[in-house]
């Protein structure tokens, strides 16, 4: 079935550090790919997305790229503050699902100052 | 504020009690989704509806039972719930369409005791 595998945390950093969580997928079909951030206490807020092969997307300084010969969509950051502890999903959509969301588990991310 | 409302944000019920989980969205969408978010546990989704349209069921016992009455409205029945049915109830919403991506909302904290 489909799935997504993200790498274990919690990722621990100091501010300014470069920041890459893992994330893999197994789908039938051409998913779209998404990470979505949350933050203590709220809900999930998407962070970017990419719809098809190659494609990169980017926000506040993080970008993930889609690949499909690696079946990867490793989240990235240049330099990371302390604003952005948080909890990351990697999630996918498959075409005819009626686009439901199916997650991995979430990598917690603390940056110390 | 994603355009996504659920009330109340925390409730505390004992395992006899009938409560209700609301969700409200006003973004035009035609899917919403019920997702548990338990700890050191992916995300796991309940219940898809689109257009009022119960879609998805993954296997969820029947004390929880949701209702749809129109497209911006979304609940979740609760009854005779057990310790481990404590958990963050997390509802979004999406337009349904390929490619697109869910709106969150910041989610209910049950706990029962």
């Known amino acids: 079935g489909d799935s997504v595998t993200q790498m274990e945390g919690p990722v621990t950093l100091s501010e300014e550090a470069f920041l890459t969580i893992n994330c893999t997928y197994t789908a039938t079909g051409y998913p779209s790919l998404f990470w979505y951030v949350q933050y203590p206490g709220e809900g999930l807020q998407l962070l970017l997305k990419a719809t098809k092969a190659d494609d990169k997307g980017s926000n506040k300084g993080f970008e993930a790229t889609y690949r499909k010969e690696t079946t990867s969509f490793h989240l990235e950051k240049g330099s990371v503050q302390v604003s952005d502890s948080a909890v990351y999903f990697c999630a996918l959509t498959v075409p005819g699902g009626y686009n439901k969301l199916i997650f991995g588990a979430g990598t917690r991310l603390a940056v110390h100052p | 504020e994603t355009g996504v409302t659920q009330t109340p944000r925390h409730l505390v019920m004992g395992m006899t009690n009938k409560k209700s989980l609301k969700c409200e969205q006003h973004?035009?969408?035609?899917?919403m989704y019920w997702y548990k978010q338990s700890a050191k546990k992916p995300l796991e989704l309940m219940f898809v509806y689109n257009f009022k349209e119960q879609t998805e069921n993954n296997s969820v016992p029947s004390r929880f039972s949701p209702e749809c009455p129109n497209s911006s409205h979304l609940f979740l029945h609760l009854h005779t719930l057990q310790p481990e049915d404590s958990a963050l109830y997390l509802c979004?919403?999406?337009?349904?369409?390929?490619?697109?991506?869910?709106?969150f909302g910041q989610g209910t904290r049950l706990t029962v005791v």
């Open positions: 973004l035009g969408h035609n899917a």
């Open positions: 979004a919403s999406s337009p349904g369409q390929q490619n697109t991506e869910a709106f």
